[in-house]
């Protein structure tokens, strides 16, 4: 029992690792979402998307960490009681718990960016682009450079 404070904080960290991974994957990906909206995909369409693409990834993360857990397990046993003689037996119900919360952490911290990628823009496809400022406008030089070029009059 005096290890769960730790195994939280390590999933708090996990978390905060995941979210700002899919954060930077939607970024990245934000014309291929606005693509996908174009063509007739509704937001709950693409954000499922994301979801089961986090869901993937929990379950591909869950494997490896079961793995990885399983083999090391009994040599950090000996590492940390090496007078002790302890047998490492992993029931079913730990594999399916450590499963479940590798799937469960990282659908919820990817569904903040999972909202954001299928929100729609906040520029609509027929609205004109920003009007250039009155300078620009005017003709004028606002420049050195640019005044420096033009001819005297």
Sequence with gaps: MTMLPFAAVALLV???VIANTFTLL???RTR???LLRAVGARKGQVRAGIVVE???LGLAG????TLAGV???PSMIAVMRPEDD???TVSPFAVLLGYGVALLVTV???YRSARRAAAPSRRSPGSAPPRPSPARQSGHATSPVSAASSPAS
């Design 26 to 28: 939607v970024s990245r």
């Design 32 to 34: 291929q979402f606005a």
């Design 14 to 16: 996990g978390m905060f």
């Design 62 to 65: 869950g494997t490896l960490g």
């Design 86 to 88: 302890v047998d490492l």
């Design 108 to 110: 919820v911290a990817a």
């Design 54 to 56: 986090a869901g993937v």
């Design 71 to 73: 083999a090391l397990g």
